[in-house]
């Protein structure tokens, strides 16, 4: 079971590729659509942070690629292509569920948001994690599965003899890491991770993220990170998708998201955290609240709300437009033949766009995504602005 | 009017609308063996007896320990802690829902009279906004009926106004206009930003002088949570409301307030201006917090440099049981500057700059070789977890 033999798609190769997505929530003119033509690539290796408020249909997202959508939620169209070694790619959509089941958990595994909601409340910590063990290596002895289910525990930091635990008696942050340790029982590719830490208090939370970004570095699996929290991803993430309203509106890699963000709802989000440095100055935020998805906006969702909207918004749904540095956004703005204002063309640092990726394993090339390929044009052009970056003014 | 009424005179610049001395809230432990001395002690209390938490022989959770605190008219005050601090036990005794077991609330520099007429009065200066505006509103019932309620509870209708046309009022003071499409619609009819403008509304009816928000954005969206940030600002200048805002989020305390306190384990560990706290933040436990905060900002670092680089500033661990809370410094068991007198003695608050209060040892000048000592850092039996110790796994890398 070691990563070598495992391993098989190259890293930074595409993973699984998402494209055309759609999901509805109920049937014919009623329908919600909760996920319209959603096109996502999740590198072997990568984070990717898919942010987005509550009811823009990341975790609808989440659910339709892992095929764990119920009903009333139904996939209308679209593709998820699995690579499961460079030349075997499973359909997720077509499979079946005997397939299904041989790729859940031993390649692709989530993680809920909420714990103590997904850990049985009567089975010890032992018989949920010697379970999964037990249902896809039916091989394993009882000792060997003790003894992995013992090494998951140590791996996110419990002692082996919490083992005999039940959920209740655990901290919040003690029962996170367990939901991990089961999440990484059989090696995954790929771990899904839906709000893993918005339950728990600050400090807990960035124990958990460091540890779990330590486990990445070790173990290589590729993450869809989804939370509300952009600020967060600013510093897990390798690349950042940003949903509005059931849509993709923003993808690129996450310094250049920070710095330079192409919509005007990623800037909006990104101005609605107030920072920890620097002058106090009023922010403000996002005007309006999100739109009601069964009756939604005509034309561009984020109309109402944007302060840059111009006539052609209200009608025309803008599509996800390609932009330099690999980067998309969706906004009539940046379509060419608008004048971008100042707040939306901020050019890229090129100190970010240099800057290997963080979280790219030992011995990967970057695993930059979408955003890393145009470095060298985008550096010239923001020299100016390196000087600027802020610096962290970190705590003595 | 009582020296309680809403129209007294402004007192003299100076004295807090609210101010708490040395409150402390204990909670009996209802465990298996002190059930039976705990309904004792509780029975006693309703007698009106103080039952001070020793004396009633079983174990109590010291969720609110001797904290002093003033809330100034028009200066927004925020509580900032992790859960399990005591920050919104301490909310509800300074809302006198709990009953503190020491201490004393003084409102403008008077003391709070008790029983019923007096709790009224107390309503009518000191209102509370929770932090769920799903389950802080009425489902069954209209908007209309949330902001009626406190106006004829109180008898505050203006003579001459409509209620509707009092309830509009109240509308437009937090920003939710044109009022008559939100007087009959139910909660949930209203997004959670709009709900939660509700529950200010229906706090700010009876036209208090001090406003505590228990975490009002916490449930909110990202997007929203600033203009009600904004909101309550607003309403602090225009209204000099008196304003606790109790958070977890050290960057929204630093937006929003003019005065931090730090909550650890029941205590305030450090006070003192927003930004002088934020940004030299003179106790360890408030570096923590800050190094634990999502940062953009941050120089790019922990996943890359593998196990080597920490972000967080020391501190590991879990906050202590506050049952048997650990002597000395609470914080000493995680703190990474301990010292030998940090585990004997509480540390006094020691004035690190102008107006900014830390409650920590090494701001001590005068402290003994031995004193200033480092305490060995492993200590199990004083680490005091929440629940069995747990051994934490050191990541051996990469």
Request: net charge negative; aromatic share 4%.
């Given at each position: 079971m070691s990563d070598s033999q495992r391993r098989a798609v190259r890293a930074g190769d595409p993973l699984l590729e998402v494209s055309g997505l759609c999901v509805d929530y109920g049937l014919g003119p009623d329908a919600v659509h909760a996920v319209i033509d959603a096109d996502l690539v999740l590198h072997s290796g990568e984070v990717l942070g898919l942010a987005g408020e509550s009811g823009s249909g990341k975790s609808t997202l989440a659910y339709a690629i892992t095929r764990l959508l119920r009903a009333p939620g139904l996939i209308v169209g679209g593709n998820v292509d699995y690579h499961h070694s460079p030349d075997r790619v499973i359909d997720l959509l077509a499979a079946d569920e005997p397939v299904l089941r041989v790729l859940r958990w031993s390649q692709i595994s989530v993680v809920m948001q909420s714990a103590m909601n997904a850990l049985n409340p009567v089975l010890s910590i032992k018989s949920q994690l010697t379970d999964v063990l037990h249902a896809h290596l039916p091989a394993m002895s009882k000792a060997g599965r003790q003894a992995r289910a013992a090494e998951l525990l140590a791996m996110v930091?419990?002692?082996?003899?919490?083992?005999?635990?039940?959920?209740?008696?655990?901290?919040g942050g003690m029962r996170q890491r367990v939901m991990i340790a089961m999440a990484l029982a059989l090696e995954p590719q790929i771990v899904i991770m839906d709000e893993p830490t918005t339950a728990l208090d600050v400090v807990t939370q960035r124990e958990i993220l460091e540890e779990l970004m330590q486990l990445r570095a070790r173990l290589e699996f590729a993450v869809l990170f989804i939370t509300h929290d952009l600020s967060l991803l600013a510093e897990i993430a390798d690349s950042i998708a940003v949903m509005y309203a059931g849509r993709l509106v923003e993808r690129a890699g996450a310094g250049a998201l920070f710095r330079a963000p192409r919509h005007p709802y990623s800037l909006g989000l990104l101005t609605s955290f107030p920072p920890l440095h620097g002058p106090r100055q009023p922010l403000s935020g996002i005007p309006g609240s999100p739109p009601d998805l069964r009756q939604p906006p005509p034309g561009c969702a984020f109309h109402p709300r944007c302060r840059f909207v111009m006539d052609r918004c209200r009608t025309d749904v803008p599509p996800l437009l390609p932009l330099r540095e690999g980067r998309s956004a969706a906004c009539w703005l940046q379509d060419g033949a608008a004048v971008v204002p100042p707040e939306l063309s901020v050019p890229v640092p090129a100190r970010i766009e240099a800057a290997p990726s963080p979280g790219a394993g030992p011995g990967n090339p970057p695993a930059a995504g979408p955003a890393g390929s145009t470095t060298a044009s985008a550096a010239p052009a923001a020299s100016g602005i390196t000087g600027t970056a802020r610096t962290a003014g970190s705590t003595p | 009017m009582t020296q309680l009424g809403v129209t007294a005179e402004a007192p003299a610049t100076g004295t807090p609308v609210l101010e708490a001395r040395n409150l402390t809230k204990h909670f009996p432990v209802h465990g298996p063996v002190s059930v039976g001395r705990a309904v004792l002690g509780a029975r006693r209390e309703l007698r009106g007896q103080r039952v001070p938490g020793r004396d009633r022989g079983g174990d109590v959770?010291?969720?609110?320990?001797?904290i002093s605190l003033a809330l100034p008219a028009a200066q927004v005050t925020a509580l900032v802690g992790e859960s399990g601090s005591g920050k919104s036990t301490l909310a509800r005794v300074l809302a006198r829902l709990l009953r503190p077991t020491s201490g004393e609330l003084l409102v403008d520099g008077h003391q709070v009279p008790a029983g019923g007429s007096g709790r009224r009065h107390y309503a009518r200066q000191v209102q509370m906004v929770l932090q769920d505006p799903f389950a802080s509103l009425?489902?069954?019932?209209?908007v209309r009926y949330h902001l009626a309620r406190p106006l004829q509870v109180h008898g505050l209708r203006p003579a001459g106004v409509s209620m509707d046309d009092a309830i509009a009022g109240l509308l437009e003071r937090v920003a939710l206009t044109p009022a008559d499409q939100f007087i009959s619609k139910y909660p949930h009819e209203l997004s959670g930003g709009q709900r939660q403008r509700v529950a200010i509304a229906r706090a700010l009816a009876v036209q208090p002088r001090v406003l505590l928000a228990d975490e009002p954005v916490s449930m909110l969206d990202v997007s929203i949570r600033l203009g009600i940030l904004n909101l309550l600002r607003d309403l602090s200048d225009a209204e000099r409301l008196a304003l606790l805002y109790i958070t977890h989020d050290i960057a929204s305390a630093r937006y929003l307030a003019d005065t931090i306190a730090v909550m650890y384990a029941g205590q305030i560990v450090e006070t003192g201006p927003a930004q002088s706290v934020t940004d030299q933040p003179a106790h360890p436990y408030t570096q923590l917090l800050l190094s634990a905060a999502p940062d953009p900002d941050r120089p790019a670092q922990p996943a890359a440099a593998g196990a080597a680089a920490p972000a967080l500033a020391g501190g590991r661990g879990a906050p202590p049981s506050l049952v048997a809370p650990p002597p000395g410094c609470r914080f000493h068991p995680r703190c990474p500057h301990a010292m030998t007198i940090c585990a004997e003695a509480a540390p006094p608050g020691f004035e690190t700059a102008a107006d900014h209060m830390s409650a920590c040892w090494l701001h001590a000048s005068d402290l003994s070789t031995a004193q200033a000592a480092p305490l060995s850092p492993l200590r199990p039996e004083e680490t005091g977890r929440q629940t069995t110790p747990t051994t934490r796994k050191e990541e051996s890398g990469a």
């Open positions: 930091g419990i002692s082996a003899d919490r083992l005999g635990s039940y959920p209740h008696e655990l901290s | 959770v010291h969720a609110v320990e001797d009425n489902p069954v019932h209209e």
